[in-house]
């Protein structure tokens, strides 16, 4: 539980990177975005928390390095949008051979149904643009988008404008709240703000795991013939 919770924490991760966290929060974005086993690493709140330890005198109260924020603004947003195209690449690629495995620790089918299930409610535009701001869906969407048969150009555009959003949101507001708190009163303010937000990004988790929970009890009991259940897989957009 400890681990899952130091993975989670955004802090624990600027503090284990040290000197590289910089470098280290565009390749977690990177994975975050572009790779189905990066779907744990804390997208959000760790945006958030590189934009306040940005602060020299921040980061110094934390005993970490502070972070080069002109690079974050330059690097995150490229690294968000091009883990997402690769997301896309290897989903248009492989088509849904890439999601046919057994369910594991790292990998859970209903990810991707989720992912989907969000690109049919809002469309692919939306839908694209909606998920840089719902955990795990913002990791599976981009593969998803690519099976079911959205064009690399026009996945680019909408790409590109929720990267932007996304990221340059998250980053400046972190900047601004490490600018006005003070640094003696980092543990006291900031700790807790960081942790509200890992908690505001796991909200749409527990939204979905109980609807999918209150999905499964409705469901009528089998009548003995097997119907297939539509996973909108099969090549129709």
């Not at 993975?7 to 503090?15: I, K, N």
């Not at 929720?162 to 949101?169: C, D, H, I, M, N």
């Amino acid at each position: 539980m400890d681990s899952l919770l130091n993975l989670l924490d955004p802090t624990w991760w600027l503090t284990l990177l040290g000197a590289f966290a910089t470098i280290g929060v565009l390749a977690i974005i990177f994975a975050e975005t572009g790779l189905l086993l990066g779907f744990f690493l804390p997208g959000d709140s760790l945006l958030v928390a590189a934009g306040i330890f940005s602060a020299a005198e921040v980061a110094k109260g934390m005993g970490i390095e502070p972070l080069s924020f002109p690079l974050l603004v330059i690097g995150t947003p490229l690294c968000a949008i091009a883990g997402a195209q690769l997301g896309h690449f290897l989903g248009a690629r492989f088509g849904r051979k890439m999601f046919d495995k057994p369910d594991s620790r790292l990998f859970k089918r209903d990810h991707v149904v989720r992912a989907e299930e969000f690109f049919e409610k809002f469309g692919p535009a939306k839908a694209v643009i909606l998920a840089r701001f719902v955990p795990i869906v913002r990791t599976f969407m981009n593969p998803v988008a690519g099976v079911l048969g959205m064009t690399p150009k026009r996945f680019f555009l909408w790409n590109v404008i929720g990267g932007l959003v996304w990221v340059e949101g998250l980053l400046f507001l972190g900047y601004f709240l490490g600018g006005q708190v003070d640094p003696k009163q980092i543990d006291k303010y900031i700790l807790p703000g960081v942790f509200l937000i890992v908690l505001i990004s796991l909200i749409p988790i527990f939204v979905e795991a109980i609807k999918h929970r209150r999905a499964g009890k409705q469901l009528p009991e089998p009548s003995g013939k097997h119907h297939r259940v539509p996973t909108g897989f099969d090549g129709q957009f």
